[in-house]
């Protein structure tokens, strides 16, 4: 079946890998850490409980839920790491943090303003500038990431802002 020629061509997604800052690595990596300590001090206890009375339903539940958790608190720290990215289609911005997923219609953005004096990206989804996400990637991606957006529906606005102007802004609130 042929494609009607009036029908626009599918651009391929764009990816954005989120940029984490220096702080949040440390606090993946003491996150990380943190687990694998719980999986080691629950299976050296875990051997403990092996060579004594194992009768006990108590002591059973305990460490499964102990080796739960701290499985469960590597695979979303890793999922984090891995999977966090902005992905940029025909119709939707969607937001991945991890296991979290979060769709935007590209037809309810209003506007991208970009903060050059404090380095910030912000896609606004109102004329009011109330409902928004700061876009987290490497500043060297906006301008990409602008014009991506913009390809892909050009009734978004575009505007920036110096870093005089947002002292002044400041000054005035």
């Not at 029908?7 to 694998?36: D, E, I």
């Not at 050059?116 to 409902?131: I, N």
Request: proline share 2%.
């Amino acid at each position: 079946m042929e494609k009607p020629e009036s029908a626009t061509p599918q651009r391929p997604a764009k990816k954005y890998k989120f940029n984490y800052s220096p702080l949040a690595c440390v606090l993946f990596g003491l996150g990380l850490a943190l687990s694998v300590a719980g999986i080691g001090v629950t299976t050296w206890q875990f051997l403990g409980f092996l060579g004594g009375d194992i009768s006990s339903v108590y002591e059973w539940m305990k460490y499964i839920l102990l080796y739960i958790a701290s499985v469960l608190l590597a695979v979303i720290l890793v999922s984090m790491l891995i999977r966090s990215q902005y992905v940029l289609t025909d119709k939707q911005l969607i937001l991945q943090f991890g296991f979290i997923k979060t769709k935007h219609d590209l037809k309810t953005i209003y506007s991208v303003h970009l903060f050059k004096g404090s380095g910030k990206l912000a896609v606004y989804f109102d004329d009011f500038k109330t409902k928004y996400v700061i876009i987290v990637v490497k500043e060297r991606w906006y301008d990409d990431f602008v014009h991506s957006l913009l390809e892909r529906n050009e009734r978004i606005a575009f505007s920036f802002s110096t870093q005089e102007e947002e002292d002044e802004a400041k000054k005035k609130k």
